[in-house]
């Protein structure tokens, strides 16, 4: 298995760092007179939902891709033990 990094992992990775940015850019949102707290937290709270979501979701569907890849061409492990029954060892000393 390849050490690449998955999917699932870079795209909300990246969905969190935007956030934390425009969180950063709206934060005069709740130092002005009259803050409106829910509207600033309400977003950043359903975004975290969404990128939370998000990240299982694809998990998810890497996990049944996998799965059918398996099903069809098989594993590494399954070609080994088809290997060793077709060879079978000779393990008496002459």
Known sequence: ????????????????AYLAVMAWMG????????PDYLQYFGIIGISLVIIVLLYFALR???ALRRRREEELYGTYADEE???SEAEP???EQP
Request: with cysteine; hydrophobic share 20%.
């Open 81 to 83: 033990k088809e290997n």
């Open 89 to 91: 060892r000779n393990t």
């Open 27 to 34: 934060r005069g949102q709740i130092t002005k007179p009259e």
């Open 1 to 16: 298995m390849s050490n690449k990094p998955k999917r699932s992992t870079i795209i909300p990775l990246c969905l969190l």
């Open 60 to 62: 998810r569907k890497e």
